[in-house]
Nanobody, 126 residues
Framework: VQLQASGGGLVQAGGSLRLSCAAS????????MGWFRQAPGKEREFVAG????????RYSDAVQGRFIISRDNAKNTIYLQMNSLKPEDTAVYYC????????????????????WGQGTQVTVSS
């Protein structure tokens, strides 16, 4: 399974970016998916997750109301629309796939995901 994240870049505070994560080697339609991020010197943290059909989503408190996760199973791709970006959103963003087929719950723990993309850098300037 390979996950290819893209869409990162440098943006001013208040701006927007849209991340994409394309999967290959596995059809993701039966799996929950997640976005995580890791800033320098910090642990990887959950950002957003989505159930297999897109009907269930979950967000960290830090991004609730600003970020939107979505998926297109026909394209085997998930997205993260990031709005009202803040300097504290600066990090490498990773997409990941649930370690099991859909269990009815969007997990926030790193250990519940077993394949990870290579990450895409998001830098928000003040």
């Amino acid at each position: 399974v390979q996950l290819q994240a893209s869409g990162g870049g440098l943006v001013q505070a208040g701006g927007s970016l849209r991340l994409s994560c394309a999967a290959s080697g596995r059809t993701i339609s039966n799996y929950g998916m997640g976005w995580f991020r890791q800033a320098p010197g910090k642990e990887r943290e959950f950002v957003a997750g989505i159930g297999r059909s897109g009907g269930k989503t979950r967000y960290s408190d830090a991004v609730q109301g600003r970020f939107i996760i979505s998926r297109d199973n026909a394209k085997n791709t998930i997205y993260l629309q990031m709005n009202s970006l803040k300097p504290e959103d600066t990090a490498v963003y990773y997409c990941a796939i649930d370690r099991s087929t859909w269990r009815g719950y969007v997990y926030t723990e790193v250990r519940e995901y077993n394949y990870w993309g290579q990450g895409t850098q998001v830098t928000v300037s003040s």
